[in-house]
């Protein structure tokens, strides 16, 4: 099993930036993970946000190409979520998925294919 670990949220004013941080650890070989960033604003449902595998290959929401970038510290097992140009619509719940393997990023995205879950960080931007 895996555990994840979400952190760096907060409240931020729109316009602003924030990189959350999401560690996994347990029984990983080779460094192989996949993991990907969802949210859940309230009285939404889930969105995917960006899912990375484990070949580095990248899948990210339509609607947030270019404002959101995830990348990923091998070395460390952990996946960063990098949020600029944050706009109020962006606050929710944002939590991280972890998993040895993906079915691909795509679907990881759409299905949530994922495991092992963290419990969430809360970003809140204010206008």
């Known amino acids: 099993p895996l555990v994840v670990v979400e952190s760096g949220g907060g409240s931020v004013q729109a316009g602003e930036s924030l990189r959350l941080s999401c560690a996994a650890s347990?029984?990983?070989?080779?460094?192989?993970?996949?993991m990907g960033w969802f949210r859940k604003a309230p009285g939404k449902e889930r969105e995917g946000v960006a899912v990375m595998d484990t070949d580095g290959t990248t899948e990210y929401a339509d609607s947030l190409k270019g404002r959101f970038t995830v990348s990923r510290d091998p070395a460390k097992d952990i996946l960063y979520l990098t949020m600029n140009s944050l706009q109020p619509e962006d606050t929710a719940l944002y939590y991280c998925g972890a998993d040895t393997s993906c079915p691909s990023a795509k679907w990881a995205m759409l299905l949530g294919t994922f495991n092992f879950w963290g419990q969430g960080t809360q970003v809140t931007v204010s206008s």
């Open positions: 347990g029984n990983i070989d080779d460094n192989r993970l996949c």
